[in-house]
């Protein structure tokens, strides 16, 4: 699991917020739309576990955006 704390990073008061995780192919894997200050990611797609690699997050916070890679290991 993949938690972020955005209060914990001073960037509580920039909600709502969206994230989405993609694989490195483009494919939008994750998505979720919230005003918690607290987002998290289960690595998981349709139900199934992701496999082992890289992944790609891109997080608005609206007006102001993020991005960065995620390793997924087993």
Do not use: H
Request: proline letters at 3%.
């Amino acid at each position: 699991t993949w938690k972020v704390d955005l209060a914990a990073k001073g960037l509580a008061a920039c909600g709502p917020y969206r994230l989405r995780v993609f694989n490195r192919w483009g494919q939008m894997l994750f998505e979720q739309n919230t005003k918690s200050s607290t987002l998290e990611w289960i690595p998981r797609y349709k139900g199934r576990l992701l496999e082992t690699g890289t992944y790609f997050y891109f997080l608005d916070l609206g007006g102001r955006a993020l991005k960065g890679s995620i390793s997924v290991v087993r």
